[in-house]
C-alpha cells in the first residue's frame, strides 16, 4: 500500500490457485475423452469380432463334423446353428443338421460318436443307408433335444435273412410299451424249435431275452455303453410299398438319452 497527496491506492495481484485447478479440470476432460474414446473403439472391435464369429465359426464348426463323420461313410451336408457363435469354441451349439448318403459304424464307434454329441441341444441327422455293424438299414434318422435321443430306421425281411446264420430266421409278434415280442427259429437259442423272445432295456442296455422255462434265465446283449442309457425299443410291419427301401420289412425304433 502506497499513500499519496491527500489520497491512496491498493493493488492486488490474481491469485494462482484458481489458474491450478482450472488447468487440472482440463487434464482431467483430456483424460476422460481418451477413455472414452478407448472404450468405444474396444467395444466396436467387440462388436466386428463378434460379428465375424457368427458369420465363421459356424461353417467352420461344420466343416470340422463333415469331415470327422466323413471317416464312417458319405456326407452330404452339416449346417451348424449357434447363438452366440462362440459357444462352439466350447462345443456347444443350438442345432446342427446332418444329411447322409451312407455311414457305417460298429455299435461302440455308435456310442463314441454320440457322445461327443452332448454338447449339442438339437441334432437331427438323416442317412439313405447306414451299416451297424452286419444289419443294413435304410431310411435312417437320429434326432436329439438335449440329452434325449430317437432313432428310427427301416430294414426288409431280405437284410434280416442277410444278416442271420443259414438256416436262421426272426418274425415280429408284437411290439409295445419299449418291448418288441419276436419269434426265433433255426436255434439262435440253442434250441432246434422256435422260440418266443424279447427285446428290450434292461439297466440302460438292450438285450433280448428268451420267453419260457427254462430259457428266461439266458440274456443276449445287442447294444451296451455307459454313455448311452437304452430307455426303450419298438418295431412295425411295412409292406412292399412302405417304409422299406427294398421291399416288406419293419421299421425299427429306439429311444435312449446320454449320460
Do not use: N
Not at 438339437?122 to 434325449?148: N, Q
Request: no cysteine; charged share 20%; hydrophobic share 40%.
Amino acid at each position: 500500500m502506497r499513500r499519496g497527496d491527500g489520497g491512496s491506492s491498493q493493488t492486488r495481484s490474481a491469485p494462482r490457485g484458481g489458474s491450478e485447478v482450472a488447468g487440472a479440470r482440463d487434464g482431467r476432460r483430456r483424460r476422460g475423452g481418451r477413455a472414452l474414446r478407448l472404450a468405444l473403439w474396444l467395444a466396436g472391435a467387440l462388436v466386428v469380432a463378434l460379428g465375424l464369429a457368427q458369420i465363421f465359426l459356424p461353417k467352420i464348426a461344420a466343416s470340422r463334423i463333415s469331415s470327422r463323420l466323413g471317416r464312417y461313410g458319405d456326407v452330404r451336408s452339416v449346417h451348424v446353428s449357434a447363438w452366440p457363435a462362440v459357444e462352439l469354441l466350447w462345443g456347444d451349439a443350438d442345432a446342427v443338421t446332418v444329411r447322409a448318403r451312407s455311414i457305417s459304424v460298429s455299435p461302440a464307434q455308435t456310442g463314441r460318436l454320440l457322445h461327443e454329441a452332448r454338447g449339442l441341444h438339437d441334432l437331427d441327422l438323416t442317412a439313405d443307408t447306414t451299416r451297424e455293424g452286419p444289419l443294413p438299414l435304410h431310411d435312417v434318422s437320429l434326432r436329439k433335444r438335449g440329452a434325449k435321443l430317437h432313432a428310427q430306421a427301416s430294414l426288409s425281411q431280405a437284410d434280416v435273412k442277410a444278416a442271420l446264420p443259414p438256416g436262421y430266421d426272426v418274425q415280429l409278434l408284437a411290439s409295445s410299451r419299449g418291448q418288441v415280442r419276436v419269434r426265433a427259429s433255426g436255434g439262435l437259442f440253442g434250441v432246434g424249435a422256435s422260440v418266443d423272445a424279447v427285446a428290450q432295456a434292461s439297466q440302460g442296455k438292450l438285450i433280448v431275452r428268451p420267453q419260457g422255462f427254462p430259457l428266461q434265465a439266458l440274456k443276449l446283449t445287442l447294444f451296451s455303453d455307459p454313455r448311452v442309457h437304452v430307455e426303450g425299443v419298438g418295431a412295425r410291419r411295412t409292406d412292399a410299398g412302405g417304409g422299406a427301401a427294398r421291399g416288406a420289412g419293419y421299421v425299427l425304433s429306439i429311444d435312449a438319452s446320454l449320460r
